[in-house]
C-alpha cells in the first residue's frame, strides 16, 4: 500500500513539497499519455600494497520485491528528523565556514598523479569519505581509487568493472564505496576487505547516475534504458524499478533531495524531472535547457537546486517556488561535468573547462576559478566546511585547493 507523505519538517521545505503537489494530478495524467601562480607541489602517489584476493562474489540479475511498510516508515522517519535538524540549523552560515573574501584567496595545494593508469587516462568522478581526510575516484582505467589526503598515499585500489567508472559514492560510514559504469553493473564495495560485497545488474543499460538515500541504507541509480531503480546496498536487493515513459531516451543523473522523499532526475530530452518517491510518480518537470542534462545537484538546506546541460548555462532553481531564479552564463563551449553545493548551501561549485565556486544568492556572484588542469575537470567536491575543494580532470590527476 502506498503511504501518503505527511506535511512535516521546516516551513519552507514543506512549502516545497506542497507546490509539488498541485503538480500530481497533471503529471499523473501525462505519465498515462504513450511518452601564472606560484609553483604547488606535485606528488606522486605512493602504490598501495597489492590488494588481497578477492573473494568470490554473486552477480544479481535483480527483479524489484517491492517497498514494505517498513521501509516506508523508515524513510518516513528519516525526513522528519532531518528536517527538524534543518531547522534548529536555520539560514545563518555556519560558524567556520570560509566568506567569500577568503574563499576567494584560495589556490592549488597540492597535485596528485599516477592514481589512474595512464594507457586509459582521465579520473572520470569523486567523492569524498565525509569524515576522513580521504577521496575516492573513478577512471577510465575501470578501477577505483581511495586515497589518503593526509599521508599522500593510496590506500586502496578496487578493480573489477569491465568499462569505465563513472559514479562512485563514499557511504558515510567510512568502509563502503558505491560505483556505477556504462557495463550496467552498479558495484558495493567493503573498504577494508578490498573486496566486493554486491554486484547489482540492476539495468539493461548504462548505469548514468546513482545517489545515497539520507538514511545511508538504500541507493537510487538511474540508466540510459530509461528506468530508475531504488536499492538496499545491506542486502543487495533491488526494492523497486520505475520507467520514464514520458521520456524518448535515457535518463542521464539522478540526485536526492536532503529529506529523502522526492528527487530529481535529468534526461536525454533536456528535462529536469522531480519525483514524489512514495508515489513512484513524477511530480513536476523543470524545463529551460538544451541538450542532455549533464548535472543536477540539491543544496542541502533543500531549498535550490542546480541543474546544467550542454548549453553553456547553469540554471537555479528555487523549490519553493518552483521557478528559476538565477540562469548563470558560462563561457562559449563550456561543458558543465559536474555540479555540487557544499553542505551549508552557501556554495556552488562547478567542474567543466576550470573548477569556479560560486555564491548563491540573488545575483549569485562568482567566488573563484581556478584553471590548475590542462584537460577538462570532470569532478569537484567541499571538503567539511569548505576548509579545502578537490577536483579531477581528464589530465589523470586530482587536485586540492585551500588557503595557504
Same mark, same amino acid.
Request: aromatic residues 6%; charged residues 20%.
Given at each position: =500500500? ?39 607541489? /606535485?606528488?606522486?602517489?605512493?602504490? =598501495?600494497?597489492? =590488494? ?26 528519516? %525526513? /522528519? ?45 569523486? +567523492? ?84 545515497? %538515500? ?34 524518448? %531516451? ?55 537546486? =542546480? ?5 553553456? /548555462?547553469?540554471?537555479?532553481? +528555487? ?53 590548475? %588542469? ?31
Amino acid at each position: =500500500a502506498v503511504v501518503s507523505t505527511q506535511s512535516t519538517g521546516d516551513k519552507e521545505v514543506t512549502a516545497a513539497r506542497e507546490a509539488l503537489a498541485t503538480l500530481k494530478p497533471q503529471a499523473a495524467l501525462a505519465a498515462q499519455q504513450p511518452v601564472a601562480p606560484a609553483p604547488v607541489p /606535485v606528488h606522486v602517489a605512493v602504490p =598501495a600494497e597489492p =590488494a588481497r584476493p578477492e573473494p568470490m562474489e554473486v552477480e544479481t540479475q535483480l527483479v524489484p520485491i517491492g517497498l514494505s511498510e517498513e521501509v516506508l516508515q523508515q524513510l518516513q522517519q528519516t %525526513h /522528519v528528523k532531518l528536517t527538524s535538524l534543518r531547522k534548529k540549523r536555520g539560514k545563518e552560515m555556519p560558524e567556520g565556514l570560509p566568506t567569500a573574501q577568503q574563499l576567494k584567496h584560495y589556490t592549488q595545494t597540492s597535485s596528485h598523479p599516477g592514481l589512474h593508469s595512464a594507457s586509459l587516462p582521465g579520473i572520470l568522478c569523486l +567523492d569524498l569519505l565525509p569524515n576522513s581526510k580521504r577521496t575516492v575516484t573513478g577512471g577510465a582505467d575501470r578501477n577505483i581509487v581511495v586515497f589518503d589526503k593526509e599521508a599522500e598515499k593510496i590506500v586502496c585500489t578496487l578493480k573489477g568493472h569491465t568499462k569505465k567508472v563513472t559514479n562512485v559514492v563514499a557511504h558515510p560510514n567510512e568502509k563502503t564505496i558505491i560505483s556505477a559504469s556504462p557495463d550496467t553493473h552498479l558495484r558495493i564495495w567493503d573498504i577494508d576487505g578490498e573486496s566486493c560485497k554486491h554486484t547489482l545488474r540492476i539495468h539493461d543499460g548504462p548505469g548514468t547516475g546513482r545517489s545515497l %538515500h539520507p538514511t545511508g541504507d538504500y541507493m537510487l541509480s538511474c540508466s540510459a534504458d530509461q528506468h530508475w531503480g531504488f536499492s538496499d546496498i545491506g542486502t543487495g536487493k533491488l526494492l523497486c524499478k520505475v520507467a520514464d515513459q514520458s521520456v524518448s %531516451h535515457g535518463l542521464t543523473c539522478c540526485q536526492f533531495h536532503p529529506d529523502g522523499l522526492i528527487f530529481g532526475t535529468g534526461t536525454s530530452d533536456s528535462l529536469v524531472k522531480i519525483w514524489d518517491f512514495k508515489e513512484q510518480k513524477s511530480a513536476a518537470n523543470f524545463p529551460g535547457h538544451s541538450g542532455p542534462i549533464s548535472a543536477i545537484a540539491f543544496s542541502e538546506n533543500g531549498y535550490y537546486l =542546480a541543474t546544467s546541460a550542454d548549453d553553456e /548555462v547553469v540554471k537555479l532553481w +528555487d523549490l519553493r517556488k518552483l521557478r528559476n531564479f538565477k540562469t548563470i552564463s558560462l563561457d562559449d563551449k563550456y561543458t558543465v561535468r559536474g555540479l555540487t553545493f557544499d553542505n551549508s548551501g552557501h556554495y556552488l561549485a562547478v567542474a567543466g573547462p576550470d573548477v569556479r565556486v560560486y555564491q548563491i544568492s540573488k545575483q549569485c556572484d562568482l567566488v573563484v576559478t581556478w584553471d590548475a %588542469h590542462t584537460q577538462d575537470s570532470t569532478d569537484v567536491s567541499f571538503g567539511p566546511d569548505v576548509n579545502y575543494v578537490a577536483s579531477v580532470s581528464n589530465d589523470r590527476t586530482l587536485k586540492f585547493y585551500s588557503a595557504n
